[in-house]
């Protein structure tokens, strides 16, 4: 058995019939008619989970369709029908084309970035420069220590007996104020 039915798919996935339709539409996911009853591909169930888990993620349901289309493969309608080689060999070589233009876009926004992170980091530097010029600036100048004058301590002279005795009775300094 190489389908199932919508009711089925409903009660597996919690999705109403509706949505069911309308995201079948939108998935390219053919629904057979027998006797009354609707029929999805085996294995459809799989990609309207994913179709419900990108809509409840905040996409919309045609931009979710695209996304869910991008990563999942759509359920093969039957088993006996032959696969189109040609079809295969197409769809790889766009795979392997986007490929390489992911690697060449990383290459160059690699180069791009490591740019800018020279830039950034000369800046840096620059600016750092100017910084410790600034600090040089803001920051009092460190002083060295000062050592107040003195005069020279006075030395006594040196005097007879009769002398100090005349220096200390007569003080010939006060008399010369006066």
Known sequence: MNQI???????????TKSKIKYWASLLNLKINKENRTLFLPLGSETILIAMF????????????AKEVLSVHALPAIQANKAIDTSK????????????????????????????????????????GKQLNKLQLKLDPPKQAKIEVWHPPELKRPKLS??????????????LRAN
Do not use: C, D, H
């Open 5 to 15: 039915s919508l009711s089925e798919v409903a009660s597996l996935t919690g999705i």
């Open 53 to 64: 888990q990108s809509i409840s993620s905040g996409l919309s349901p045609a931009i979710a």
């Open 88 to 127: 295969l060999t197409n769809r790889i070589a766009s795979l392997e084309e986007a490929v390489m233009l992911l690697v060449e876009q990383n290459k160059f926004l690699l180069n791009t970035v490591e740019s800018q992170n020279k830039i950034i980091v000369s800046s840096l530097k620059s600016q």
């Open 161 to 174: 007996t009769i002398q100090r005795i005349w220096y200390g009775v007569v003080n010939p300094t006060k």
